[in-house]
């Protein structure tokens, strides 16, 4: 088994496990957990935490659970939590790709692929009349 990244991912697949591991020399996981939470369309989704592998913090997600999450772009919030103490240590977005074992749901485009046909779509039929006053 590869040994997990040492960072964040920047998207990951429904339906598989992710995993990576995290070390912060201000909030080391023998004293803080890791808490991370994703968001979608301004409502919390859901939140997972690392367990401690010594001061480093590891993320495990399951398939089972990963294979519940919709596809599309995510808020991606991480905190360092110890008591009462509260403190982000991380903040983008992710984007989840579909499952691909669930067929009815795979679209392998891109979003700017999609967007892009869609464009062509709506401008297409007008094209020529544009063309013809020319």
Same mark, same amino acid.
């Given at each position: 088994m590869a040994e997990p990244k040492s960072y964040e991912p920047e998207k990951v697949t429904a339906g598989v496990t992710w995993k990576w591991k995290k070390t912060f020399s201000d909030y080391p996981a023998s004293e803080w957990t890791l808490t991370y939470y +994703? %968001?979608?369309?301004?409502a919390t989704?859901? $939140?997972f935490n690392a367990t401690a592998d010594g001061d480093?913090? +590891?993320v495990t997600v399951a398939a089972a659970t990963t294979a519940a999450y919709a596809s599309g772009i995510?808020?991606?919030i991480g905190w360092a939590i110890?008591?009462?103490e509260k403190y982000e240590v991380f903040n983008a977005s992710i984007e989840v790709l579909p499952n691909p074992t669930n067929a009815s749901a795979y679209d392998p %485009? $891109?979003?700017? %692929?999609? #967007?892009?046909?869609l464009i062509e779509a709506a401008i297409y039929p #007008?094209?020529?009349?544009?063309?013809?006053? $020319?």
């Amino acid at each position: 088994m590869a040994e997990p990244k040492s960072y964040e991912p920047e998207k990951v697949t429904a339906g598989v496990t992710w995993k990576w591991k995290k070390t912060f020399s201000d909030y080391p996981a023998s004293e803080w957990t890791l808490t991370y939470y +994703l %968001r979608k369309n301004g409502a919390t989704a859901t $939140s997972f935490n690392a367990t401690a592998d010594g001061d480093t913090h +590891l993320v495990t997600v399951a398939a089972a659970t990963t294979a519940a999450y919709a596809s599309g772009i995510y808020d991606f919030i991480g905190w360092a939590i110890k008591g009462t103490e509260k403190y982000e240590v991380f903040n983008a977005s992710i984007e989840v790709l579909p499952n691909p074992t669930n067929a009815s749901a795979y679209d392998p %485009r $891109s979003h700017a %692929r999609k #967007v892009m046909e869609l464009i062509e779509a709506a401008i297409y039929p #007008v094209f020529p009349q544009i063309i013809a006053k $020319s």
